[in-house]
């Protein structure tokens, strides 16, 4: 008997599965519901820079498919030609190809700046000793001489940026007599080559950012040097040159980047040596376009926002809209099966949550939540469970009714008489009728949801206690540019995709409710 039940329901779904697929619609809102789990389950794949507090670009570019329209066509793309986030293997430093006099170098697996554990593999560890033999290669930099060097080929294919960086992260571990140690970075470009130099002649400038002495030992340093600086560096070649970065990119082909490590030795010392811990090297260039969605105010990738973001709009949806269903549910078929004292509880309890004004109510229960720092961390969780609580009985009190209808009905009087207990009318006729219903309810009521939870966070209700990002809030940072920012184009790229995913999803799930309710509904599949 066991065997041939399962069977049937098997044989039931299988029809259900091709009544939904003859549905147009219901198909159009389950692939675009497809598409956002998809994205929401595989965030850190499809975007991995992070959303919020990690600059990857200029401020305000524009996606970067938006250059094939005119007012964007000489839109310099905004892109990072060489960049190595730490050193894993031998493999990954062969390429930078480290040299010098005395030079021996490793990979330290594991070993990153703290700031950046997790996502940095490790490190480059060179020691390189400076010797009585030691060359001068840098005339900015009287009495110092080069201890090492590494460098990296990369390829620029673009217009020329209107400015750029350079990055990179070390540690020194040890420096013996030696008293100073300065970073150069040489950019060799198909046609000549163009040095960064720091050294004491231009303290005011580079010398500051990227000197290490003694003291530095046994401490990260990020350094970082934009292009700006060169034009009042004092180096002569970028003298009454305006933008330094289109004199070094102003032509494609294979460049180079060359981080020179350069010591001055303590006193009349002539040997000394230095151990240090090479961990990133990047090249930036600035540009106006980046990426598929662009950069807002702050150069953060829109893209990522939107694809994290899904994240919290799907959650607070599906999540408020099983709960409230389930809860219903439970709650209409019990009060519409055993009736009496249970189904006008129910009914008062309908009544007094349908005078709430239910907005002004998220609104400041939502907004005193966020203002308990207990609570601010789970502010999302309580968010949901605000949702179920206040929309529950308005889903109970429909399949209350249907129950109702489907108990009145001739085939369940029949089966009662025949000995059917409570459990059987329940799981044979009751449940069967109801769960059409039910699941158009659950599709129907995650789009109000989704919507919702954009409205409160466009409304900035919530003082989230962590950085989170989510659609609406999107919409409320993008807010005040894209009402008042003609320079920046008005941030079309940054308010419209969030805003146009809110309604999809939104419009998918009424899509699949109606899908839903055409199949348990064979009135409405006739038409």
């Known amino acids: 008997m066991a065997a041939g039940q399962g069977k049937a329901l098997f044989e039931d779904f299988k029809r259900l599965i091709r009544l939904y697929f003859k549905s147009k619609i219901g198909v159009i809102g389950l692939i675009i519901i497809v598409f956002y789990v998809i994205m929401a389950l595989f965030s850190p794949i499809l975007a991995p820079n992070p959303p919020l507090d990690a600059k990857v670009g200029a401020l305000y570019d524009v996606p970067a498919w938006a250059t094939v329209f005119p007012q964007y066509r000489n839109t310099p ?14 493999q990954d430093a062969t390429p930078w190809a480290p ?8 990979v330290s697996p594991g070993v990153s700046p703290p700031a950046s554990a997790g996502t940095v593999p490790g490190s480059l560890l060179v020691n390189a000793s400076l010797t009585p033999n030691s060359t001068v290669n840098d005339v900015y930099l009287p009495g110092g001489a080069v201890l090492f060097s590494i460098s990296h080929p990369f390829t620029f294919n673009g217009v020329p940026p209107p400015s750029f960086q350079l990055y990179a992260v070390v540690k020194p571990l040890e420096m013996q007599n030696i008293s100073t140690i300065y970073l150069n970075f040489i950019i060799h470009t198909p046609k000549a080559n163009y040095s960064l130099s720091s050294s004491p002649l231009f303290s005011a400038t580079l010398g500051s950012v990227v000197e290490i002495l003694p003291s530095g030992v046994n401490q990260w340093d990020a350094v970082s040097i934009p292009s700006g600086l060169l034009a009042t560096s004092g180096i002569p070649v970028y003298s009454n040159v305006g933008n330094p970065s289109t004199l070094i990119f102003n032509q494609t082909g294979t460049y180079s980047l060359e981080m020179q490590v350069l010591g001055v030795p303590t006193g009349n010392a002539e040997t000394g040596s230095v151990s240090m811990y090479v961990s990133e090297l990047k090249v930036h260039l600035d540009g106006g376009a980046f990426g598929l969605l662009g950069t807002d105010n ?12 899904s994240r919290i709009s799907m959650m607070v949806g599906i999540a408020a809209g099983l709960g409230s269903v389930l809860i219903g549910a439970v709650a209409g078929i019990a009060a519409g099966y055993v009736g009496g004292l249970f189904s006008d509880v129910l009914g008062r309890v309908t009544d007094f949550v349908l005078v709430l004004p239910f907005l002004p109510l998220l609104i400041v229960v939502t907004a005193i939540l966020a203002s308990n720092p207990f609570l601010i961390s789970t502010v999302y969780f309580w968010i949901i469970l605000i949702f179920i609580i206040l929309s529950w009985p308005f889903i109970a009190i429909l399949i209350r009714a249907q129950t109702v209808s489907v108990k009145e009905r001739q085939f369940v009087e029949a089966s009662r008489a025949v000995g059917g207990g409570t459990g059987h009318v329940l799981r044979r006729h009751i449940l069967p009728n109801v769960m ?36 609406g809030i999107m919409l409320s940072n993008a807010l005040p540019f894209a009402t008042g920012d003609p320079q920046a184009s008005y941030v079309w790229w940054w308010f419209l995709p969030p805003g146009i995913s809110i309604a999809l999803l939104s419009l998918a799930f009424v899509l699949v409710g109606f899908a839903l309710d055409s199949i348990f509904n064979p009135r409405l599949r006739a038409r």
């Open 436 to 471: 059409g219903l039910v699941y158009s309810q659950v599709a129907l009521n995650v789009s109000g949801f989704i919507l919702l939870d954009a409205a409160l966070d466009f409304l900035n209700v919530a003082s989230h206690g962590r950085p989170v990002i989510s659609w």
């Open 298 to 309: 702050l150069g953060n990738d829109v893209w990522s926002q939107l694809v994290w973001g």
């Open 99 to 106: 040299s010098g006099e005395g030079l021996k170098w490793s």
């Open 77 to 90: 793309i905004d892109q990072t030609p060489l960049a190595t986030l730490g050193f894993s293997s031998q």
